[in-house]
């Protein structure tokens, strides 16, 4: 067995690695730990939405952009979708919410033919004013979040369909170019914007070999050793695009 004394070195040791902490007591290290843990989860169970059977109806009533999760339990939803709800925590008219499935088996079997057996977390949209879902695909949460900044943005809506018509367009360039213009400026500088836009430029320049090639540079980086979580997932982010606009070709 770990002893007290073994555990607390241990959780020295990776609060040292993680946040570059060094030369504190332990006791000073276990406060923090503690303290980090509680900031992460407040924050996060604060804007994720949990609905219930009573709840659902109510919530998801067409007036509102609703993103939900039907999972087995709330720690079997998708890796992250937490944070998903804090980036669009405060967002007018976004919610992003999950639903449990063993506590709420009748419901979710009946209003969305979900057995008991089926583990897999599924992802709904509701669009502000339908009723009806739009099953997403998106296995990951930084596919999640971009799916729902395209979604909820009417710019980026409108976006949405001229990358469509540019992946398949001789001339690209002209194309790239109705694409800069939809956007005014300050949507000019959102992350999924300036990575569909520098990609469609390098491939308007370099050909659509660009994808594959950008492709592979990528994973290798986002494999390095010493390369920061954060960084990871910015270059998660970009080669979402990259198989996006694979994917339309």
């Known amino acids: ?35 980090l843990s509680l900031f992460t989860n407040t924050r996060a169970a604060k804007a994720l939405l949990e609905l219930d059977e009573h709840t659902f109806d109510k919530i998801v009533d067409g007036s509102k ?9 709330t720690w079997k939803s998708t890796d992250g979708y937490d944070k998903v709800a804090v980036e669009f925590k405060g967002i007018p008219d976004v919610l ?26 599924r992802t709904l949209f509701y669009e502000k004013g339908q009723t009806v879902p739009q099953v997403v695909s998106s296995e990951d949460s930084d596919s999640l979040t971009e799916f729902l900044h395209f979604a909820v943005h009417p710019e980026l809506k409108k976006l ?21 213009d939809l956007l005014s400026s300050s949507l000019k500088d959102h992350p999924y914007v300036k990575y569909y836009l520098s990609s469609m430029k390098a491939i308007a320049e370099k050909g659509v070999d660009f994808i594959e090639k950008e492709t592979k540079r990528l994973q290798g980086l986002s494999t390095s050793k010493g390369v920061s979580k954060q960084k990871v997932s910015e270059l998660k982010k970009r080669l979402n695009v990259l198989n996006k606009l694979k994917d339309i070709q």
Do not use: W
Not at 97 to 116: H, M, P, Q, W, Y
């Open 1 to 35: 067995r770990v002893d007290r004394r073994q555990r607390q070195m241990c959780i020295r040791d990776s609060i040292n690695a993680e946040y570059g902490v060094s030369n504190m007591k332990q006791p000073t290290l276990l406060v923090l730990v503690c303290l």
């Open 65 to 73: 952009h609703v993103l939900v999760q039907v999972a087995q339990y």
């Open 96 to 121: 992003v919410a999950i639903i449990t499935r063993n506590d709420n088996l009748d419901f979710v079997s009946k209003k969305f033919g979900i057995s008991k057996e089926d583990e897999t977390p």
């Open 160 to 180: 949405s369909a001229v990358i469509k018509d540019f992946v398949k367009a001789e001339d690209k360039s002209s194309v790239l170019k109705e694409s800069q």
